[in-house]
């Protein structure tokens, strides 16, 4: 078919996000299946794809579930109502659950055996062991029990939200005939897998629920056990607000987060080992369609193995730690300030030290120089150090700070945070009705030696939590450029006053400009390429799902705009094929650290402009939320970011993994091309890592390797139009 005869907005020309998001999970599970990668390690990412999939259950399928009760035939790009996206994402998930315990039954726990560390039955112990787990039962266990049996006198328990639970099928010892179904919920204070001590060479754990089973005659006395089985529901976490009702948006995101415990079962995770006694009753009590009912054949509830890795003393399992680079101060300057003001920083984390950033708001809080701080807050840790320096800056200056209350599954610890801060004196705002503020941003003011006040700012692409940035993956700037500050406090403004102006550059901001300023930048390379000069984006992001921003990938590449795509989660674009995106790459990189940091890069004729920000293009980044894209200024940096952080994503060839036309993932391209220096196949986190322990003097700008070829593979020969 002609070329321009094929349609942008063809749903054909679209993966599903969902299905998609799938493809992510099980690329996170391959590193499960990696035995290149230390086996409790191993342990982790299979857990991690436990709580992956918990999140998308109780939004997303939560989400089309309502949908489609609702009658909702709205499609997306793709073409799918969400009854059609349901029906398909039942068999993929439930391929999916059988994956994964495939993977724990038949990799894992065998090679955990291998190296001494055993997972037991209860029965299985020695009497030590079991004498010992009984004790440890009988002091730390059971206080914590309420063993309930349904009847007309005690109605079915609510059982929270992803809780751990025992159903029990058991006999009234007095009552021949008669059953009852009782249920107990596993304490979620105690780990999952409790150390048996033992004088043995081997590391032995049993299960809790395990455990509890064993004693159930103790706790369900004058009843026969006739079966148990351990399950666990999965609730509807989606939170709606109505905030132009509410007088104040703190108090109903506490109500409501009480609420949601309270939820719609969206999923039943049960033992397939329990009997129907116990399946039937749940299913009913919870209304349970079969496809909502996951039988699985080992652990309930993976996402808690991870405790395995943490519990076990064996390093050589695990990876080896690194240390991050600190930042280094220019000869003869006194403090960060007079630093920034030579020239702006560009932190790559966690490969750069967090303590940077900390220490940029640390110092502004007890500088007397300072004279104000404003920073927003999407997602922080507990005891932060940066809160903590917000606290005590509002002593003797003024304190702004913006908190995202809705940053999901974080309510709770967001609304503890701006009461306290709201508490030691800070000026706390909550952003705009309707929008999410997902910034990260920080600014402040200081009079220098010289008696001029300037703005100093920090833009990152990553949240202001020291914790995750150990394995977060993500770029900060430390600027006092006049424009990006002034810009920058042109933001606050908009935050707490919705103080609007035209454009705010040189920032994108999102909902403003930044979908626009995107595609703006996106058809100048088209120009470009239709003008035979150098046109060529490479952009690195979390997910892409924006319909507007992938039609004009596809008008670039239709014009011969070369394109390489980074994209660790969903891609609804779909690469190569010929006539529509056959100059397109996409490629995903899951490995130790989780790719975070967003990253655009324009060849503009021959002039190079990068930016980094705080948006994935998604609909929801680009339309529903505060965000900001910052250019880089400084030719140097610029250099790093292409020549270092790019490339070598580009150059990887370990942890790298090729979309097709098709919707699947390979790991085969480009594996003989691109070689490091030792003959193995390249990974680019592990090529920073070694920067970063490095002490070599190299300039860290310099590119150490050549970009890819272009050119070096053809592309499906079909055309989806």
């Not at 020239?343 to 940077?356: G, K, M, R, T, V």
């Not at 917000?390 to 209350?405: C, F, I």
Request: proline letters at 5%; glycine letters at 4%.
């Amino acid at each position: 078919m002609p070329t321009s005869r094929i349609r942008l907005d063809d749903p054909r020309n679209y993966f599903n996000r969902h299905e998609s998001w799938l493809a992510f999970n099980r690329r996170v599970l391959e590193e499960a299946q990696d035995e290149g990668n230390p086996l409790l390690e191993r342990v982790k990412f299979l857990a991690i794809t436990a709580s992956n999939l918990d999140e998308f259950v109780e939004v997303r399928v939560a989400g089309l579930l309502q949908q489609a009760e609702h009658g909702n035939q709205l499609a997306g790009p793709d073409g799918l109502s969400p009854e059609e996206q349901l029906q398909r994402l039942v068999r993929e998930l439930h391929a999916f659950v059988a994956s994964q315990y495939e993977c724990w039954n038949q990799k894992l726990v065998p090679a955990l055996v291998r190296e001494g560390i055993r997972i037991l039955p209860v029965a299985h112990l020695d009497h030590a062991g079991r004498d010992a787990m009984d004790l440890f039962f009988v002091r730390q266990v059971d206080p914590l029990l309420t063993p309930v049996t349904i009847d007309p006198s005690h109605p079915f328990p609510h059982v929270i939200n992803k809780a751990l639970c025992v159903g029990f099928h058991l006999r009234h010892r007095s009552k021949a005939g008669t059953t009852y179904l009782g249920v107990i919920t596993v304490p979620r204070k105690i780990a999952r897998l409790v150390r048996v001590p033992s004088k043995r060479d081997s590391i032995d754990y049993i299960f809790l629920h395990d455990l509890i089973e064993t004693h159930t005659r103790n706790l369900y006395k004058g009843y026969d056990v006739i079966s148990s089985g351990a399950f666990r529901a999965t609730r509807n976490s989606n939170l709606y607000l109505h905030e132009e009702e509410s007088r104040s948006l703190l108090e109903l995101v506490d109500t409501q987060l009480h609420s949601r415990r309270r939820g719609d079962v969206v999923r039943l995770e049960i033992e397939a080992s329990a009997a129907t006694e116990i399946v039937e009753p749940l299913s009913r009590q919870f209304g349970m369609q079969p496809w909502q009912v996951f039988k699985t054949s080992g652990p309930v509830n993976l996402s808690r193995v991870s405790s395995l890795a943490e519990q076990t003393p064996r390093s050589d399992l695990k990876f080896q730690p690194f240390t991050a680079k600190s930042m280094t101060f220019v000869p003869k300057v006194s403090n960060i300030f007079e630093q920034i003001r030579k020239q702006d920083i560009l932190l790559h984390h966690p490969y750069d030290s967090y303590d940077a950033v900390v220490g940029f708001i640390e110092s502004a809080a007890r500088d007397p120089h300072v004279l104000s701080i404003k920073q927003t807050l999407y997602r922080t840790n507990e005891n932060s150090p940066i809160v903590g320096a917000l606290m005590e800056a509002a002593q003797n200056k003024e304190v702004t700070v913006v908190v995202e209350l809705k940053a999901r599954f974080d309510e709770a610890s967001n609304i503890r945070w701006a009461r306290s801060l709201e508490e030691a004196g800070v000026q706390v705002f909550h952003g705009l009705v309707g929008l999410k503020t997902h910034c990260k941003l920080a600014l402040l003011a200081r009079q220098d030696s010289d008696g001029e006040i300037r703005q100093y700012a920090h833009l990152g692409t990553g949240n202001y939590n020291p914790s995750t940035a150990h394995f977060y993956s993500d770029l900060s700037l430390l600027t006092c450029e006049p424009e990006m500050t002034s810009a920058a406090h042109a933001v606050f403004n908009f935050l707490t006053a919705r103080s609007e102006q035209q454009h705010y550059k040189p920032l994108f901001i999102a909902p403003v400009d930044l979908a626009r300023n995107c595609i703006e930048l996106i058809d100048r390379e088209t120009n470009h390429a239709r003008r035979r000069r150098p046109a060529r984006i490479i952009a690195k992001v979390n997910a892409l799902l924006d319909q507007p921003v992938i039609e004009a990938l596809y008008r670039a590449s239709r014009a011969g705009v070369e394109i390489d795509l980074i994209i660790r989660g969903a891609c609804a674009l779909r690469p190569n094929v010929r006539g529509l995106s056959h100059r397109i790459r996409v490629r995903s990189i899951v490995g130790r650290f989780l790719e975070h940091s967003r990253i655009f890069y324009f060849e503009n004729g021959g002039e190079p402009d990068i930016y980094l920000g705080s948006a994935d293009w998604m609909p929801r980044n680009l339309y529903e939320r505060v965000e900001v894209m910052f250019p880089v200024k400084n030719p140097v940096l610029r250099d790093r970011v292409f020549g270092e952080i790019l490339q070598s994503y580009l150059n990887d060839t370990r942890k790298a993994r090729i979309l097709r036309q098709d919707g699947s993932y390979t790991r085969t391209y480009q594996e003989s091309a691109n070689k490091s220096d030792n003959g193995n196949r390249f990974s680019a986190q592990d090529f920073f890592i070694a920067r970063a322990e490095s002490s070599s003097t190299e300039n860290p700008a310099s590119p150490k390797y050549l970009p890819v070829e272009l050119a070096s593979h053809e592309p499906d020969l079909a055309v989806v139009a």
